[in-house]
T-cell receptor
């Protein structure tokens, strides 16, 4: 049962434009959300996160928006750069307990066209 | 920042043999580590939660006798794939949490296992 979903397997964006990656979840108990960037044969690299008590978190070119009522979050990258091309995973966690693992989406492959 | 070292990065083994994958937290102590598996073009699926000094907690459908997890110290967890078969070929990734960094999950670089 996939509790975190990324319905777009791929996205192509022109350099300099905005990239918007979407993520939906089904479990209303998730209270912390993260975005990771991943290259083939490498581990995920943390990008940005957001707590369920917030609806927006910004870090440089990356902004994550959370809509709890819709159980939806999105990652905005602006301006997009060719180096942003990778697979992006959203992930969710249940509570602050140390043993709580991450539930991952299926990933979206972003291609930024120079 | 926190660093998790995973070794080896790539391994090829024969069917029936066992392979050990190590996951080390280099500059922090991790009482809990997680082992994930990723099939091509699919999500990272949690296999088990490794707890220092106690038995690992396995996810449904993961054979604990096949995927042996040992977390003997606060900086090292190992995953041993026993009697490997070609269907065990996959990308395995470990993760650890650094309590010094708020809610930080740090991932290893992954291990590509190919069973021939």
């Amino acid at each position: 049962d996939q509790q975190v979903k990324q319905n777009s397997p791929s996205l192509s964006v022109q350099e300099g434009r905005i990239s918007i990656l979407n993520c939906d979840y089904t479990n209303s108990m998730f209270d912390y959300f993260l975005w990771y960037k991943k290259y083939p044969a490498e581990g995920p690299t943390f990008l940005i996160s957001i707590s369920s008590i917030k609806d927006k978190n910004e870090d440089g070119r990356f902004t994550v928006f959370l809509n709890k009522s819709a159980k939806h979050l999105s990652l905005h990258i602006v301006p997009s750069q060719p180096g942003d091309s990778a697979v992006y995973f959203c992930a969710a966690s249940l509570g602050l307990g140390g043993a709580n693992n991450l539930f991952f989406g299926t990933g979206t492959r972003l291609t930024v066209i120079p | 920042g926190a660093v998790v070292s995973q070794h080896p990065s790539r391994v090829i083994c024969k069917s029936g043999t066992s392979v050990k994958i190590e996951c080390r937290s280099l500059d922090f102590q991790a009482t809990t580590m997680f082992w994930y598996r990723q099939f091509p073009k699919q999500s990272l699926m949690l296999m088990a939660t490794s707890n220092e000094g106690s038995k690992a907690t396995y996810e449904q459908g993961v054979e604990k006798d096949k995927f042996l997890i040992n977390h003997a110290s606060l900086t090292l967890s190992t995953l041993t794939v026993t009697s490997a078969h070609p269907e065990d070929s996959s990308f395995y990734i470990c993760s650890a949490r650094d309590w010094a960094e708020n809610y930080g999950y740090t991932f290893g670089s992954g291990t590509r296992l190919t069973v021939v």
